[in-house]
């Protein structure tokens, strides 16, 4: 059949194996294209809202604010101030008149009411447009309640998510360095880059504590504001989700001289290289020792249930598409556990490096696609014939419609996916989605002919 993809998109789709590894990535989305990337806006927002003690309060027209907590569950073990969700709710006089007024007053009675440890104010597109001065406002509202009040530069037209996560890690950087580091042990982390979807983060501290290392800081998941003004007490910067939060580790690293590594808790493999390489980096027999029975310990419940598992699902196909690639890595090799073959993968955010590797650990043929959009991903899907399909809220309708299985492996679910526990939801939420009788009664739709159909616009080609 023929693929369906705009001519200026070709740059950004691979297929292992038909021509040298090239793949453009980090660029704008095309227009019209529909890109299942969101705004800057969003991008920092993600980031940012797990941090549980502070106010979040977006400065723009109401329904910039729609993101809320709802879409990405992050959960929190104390207070829940980042559930709710506030916004100075921007009208034409104040796009004509400015906004300023409007946020210190929002700024002034929110502090007043909640007592927070901390404000982040979030810029969308049309703040960045009447030029409102956020950086003035913070200063004086931070004067005024004694509170750090953390302007976020997050316009939304002024890039792609990524730019998002660097706003979001610009800000936070203004917190790092202003708590007290007495009292942290040499043997010490912060978690960046786990959002606590579901308590994944209350899990992977809790491997950390039984091989004796002190967490500092959870940044952002179940974040607290005090616990990221000393981080930068802590030896070792744990980065997950490099694309989210690598920019602040290496703000940290030029600084503060932490040393970084990058993990994944997605897996069997890389949650166990996760805890080894933190033994390893602290050089301690002892802690990789604990590292090493911890991981026996988890293979011995998790390894006979795969077995099960992998019987159902050998040979079933799986399609891939997640905000980072980081995440993309580890399941192709969760996949590999339950004999299923990874047929197309990609990334709203992922770099050249990552696609590097993906390209490497990947099949002979498996599509890899940067910045995707409906009709590419509809295409693929049903080109490949796969079996399930691996997303956020925005992939799963394109499974559903076309009678694919689906798996959420993003913002909005409610099941544990990292660590051993998670490799264990993962499999039977595999297992329990492909296998469905639900897909009798809705067959999975053929593939569309391969004339290019009238509505199609005339800057679409087949590759
Ligand atoms: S693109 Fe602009 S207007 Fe739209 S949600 Fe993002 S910040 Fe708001």
């Given at each position: 059949?023929?693929?369906?993809?705009?001519?200026?998109?070709?740059?950004?789709?691979?297929?292992?194996?038909?021509?040298?590894?090239?793949?453009?990535?980090?660029?704008?989305?095309?227009?019209?294209?529909?890109?299942?990337?969101?705004?800057?806006?969003?991008?920092?927002?993600?980031?940012?809202?797990?941090?549980?003690?502070?106010?979040?309060?977006?400065?723009?027209?109401?329904?910039?604010?729609?993101?809320?907590?709802?879409?990405?569950?992050?959960?929190?073990?104390?207070?829940?101030?980042?559930?709710?969700?506030?916004?100075?709710?921007?009208?034409?006089?104040?796009?004509?008149?400015?906004?300023?007024?409007?946020?210190?007053?929002?700024?002034?009675?929110?502090?007043?009411?909640?007592?927070?440890?901390?404000?982040?104010?979030?810029?969308?597109?049309?703040?960045?447009?009447?030029?409102?001065?956020?950086?003035?406002?913070?200063?004086?509202?931070?004067?005024?309640?004694?509170?750090?009040?953390?302007?976020?530069?997050?316009?939304?037209?002024?890039?792609?998510?990524?730019?998002?996560?660097?706003?979001?890690?610009?800000?936070?950087?203004?917190?790092?360095?202003?708590?007290?580091?007495?009292?942290?042990?040499?043997?010490?982390?912060?978690i960046l880059g786990d959002?606590?979807?579901?308590?994944e983060?209350?899990l992977i501290?809790?491997y950390f504590?039984?091989?004796?290392?002190?967490?500092?800081?959870?940044?952002?998941?179940?974040?607290?504001?005090?616990?990221?003004?000393?981080?930068?007490?802590?030896?070792?910067?744990v980065v997950q989700c490099s694309?989210?939060?690598?920019?602040?580790?290496?703000?940290?690293?030029?600084?503060?001289?932490?040393?970084?590594i990058r993990v994944s808790y997605f897996g069997i493999e890389d949650m166990a290289e996760s805890l080894y390489a933190v033994a390893n980096?602290?050089?301690?027999?002892?802690?990789?020792?604990?590292a090493k029975?911890i991981v026996?310990?988890e293979l011995?419940?998790l390894?006979?249930?795969l077995?099960?598992?992998?019987?159902?699902?050998?040979?079933?196909?799986?399609?891939i598409?997640v905000?980072g690639a980081f995440k993309a890595f580890s399941l192709v090799k969760a996949f590999r556990h339950l004999?299923?073959?990874v047929?197309?993968v990609?990334?709203?955010?992922?770099?050249?490096?990552d696609?590097?590797e993906l390209?490497e650990i990947t099949?002979?043929?498996?599509?890899?696609?940067?910045?995707?959009?409906?009709?590419?991903?509809?295409?693929?899907?049903?080109?490949?014939?796969?079996?399930?399909?691996v997303?956020?809220?925005?992939?799963?309708?394109?499974?559903?419609?076309?009678?694919?299985?689906?798996?959420?492996h993003?913002?909005?679910?409610?099941?544990m996916l990292a660590g051993f526990t998670g490799m264990m939801n993962f499999a039977?939420?595999?297992?329990?989605?492909?296998?469905?009788?639900?897909?009798?009664?809705?067959?999975?739709?053929?593939?569309?002919?391969?004339?290019?159909?009238?509505?199609?616009?005339?800057?679409?080609?087949?590759?």
């Amino acid at each position: 059949m023929t693929t369906r993809i705009y001519q200026e998109r070709q740059g950004q789709i691979h297929r292992k194996g038909k021509k040298p590894f090239a793949l453009e990535c980090d660029k704008e989305s095309l227009a019209g294209a529909v890109s299942q990337r969101a705004c800057v806006f969003c991008g920092s927002r993600v980031v940012l809202y797990p941090i549980a003690d502070a106010v979040h309060l977006v400065h723009g027209p109401i329904g910039c604010a729609v993101y809320t907590w709802d879409i990405r569950g992050a959960l929190s073990s104390g207070p829940e101030l980042h559930r709710l969700s506030f916004s100075t709710d921007l009208q034409e006089k104040d796009v004509i008149f400015g906004g300023e007024k409007k946020l210190h007053a929002a700024l002034i009675e929110l502090i007043d009411r909640y007592q927070p440890k901390a404000a982040f104010v979030y810029s969308t597109c049309i703040v960045g447009i009447i030029g409102d001065d956020l950086e003035a406002v913070c200063k004086t509202v931070a004067a005024e309640t004694g509170i750090p009040v953390l302007p976020v530069q997050s316009e939304g037209f002024k890039g792609n998510k990524r730019a998002g996560y660097e706003a979001a890690c610009n800000a936070m950087f203004r917190l790092v360095g202003t708590g007290d580091i007495s009292n942290i042990s040499r043997h010490s982390i912060n978690i960046l880059g786990d959002f606590n979807l579901a308590g994944e983060i209350w899990l992977i501290r809790e491997y950390f504590n039984r091989m004796g290392v002190e967490v500092v800081a959870n940044i952002t998941g179940d974040g607290r504001v005090d616990d990221i003004k000393r981080c930068h007490g802590a030896a070792l910067n744990v980065v997950q989700c490099s694309g989210a939060t690598m920019t602040l580790a290496n703000l940290i690293k030029e600084k503060y001289g932490t040393p970084v590594i990058r993990v994944s808790y997605f897996g069997i493999e890389d949650m166990a290289e996760s805890l080894y390489a933190v033994a390893n980096h602290f050089k301690d027999p002892e802690m990789l020792a604990k590292a090493k029975e911890i991981v026996r310990q988890e293979l011995e419940i998790l390894l006979p249930t795969l077995k099960k598992y992998r019987a159902a699902l050998t040979g079933k196909k799986a399609a891939i598409y997640v905000g980072g690639a980081f995440k993309a890595f580890s399941l192709v090799k969760a996949f590999r556990h339950l004999g299923m073959q990874v047929v197309m993968v990609g990334s709203q955010t992922g770099t050249k490096e990552d696609y590097q590797e993906l390209q490497e650990i990947t099949d002979e043929g498996t599509i890899i696609v940067d910045d995707s959009n409906p009709l590419e991903l509809s295409s693929f899907l049903q080109e490949k014939e796969v079996d399930i399909f691996v997303g956020g809220v925005k992939e799963r309708p394109i499974a559903y419609k076309l009678g694919i299985a689906f798996c959420d492996h993003n913002h909005e679910r409610k099941e544990m996916l990292a660590g051993f526990t998670g490799m264990m939801n993962f499999a039977k939420e595999v297992y329990g989605s492909v296998m469905s009788p639900v897909w009798k009664l809705v067959p999975r739709k053929q593939p569309q002919s391969t004339q290019l159909r009238a509505s199609v616009p005339a800057c679409i080609a087949g590759l």
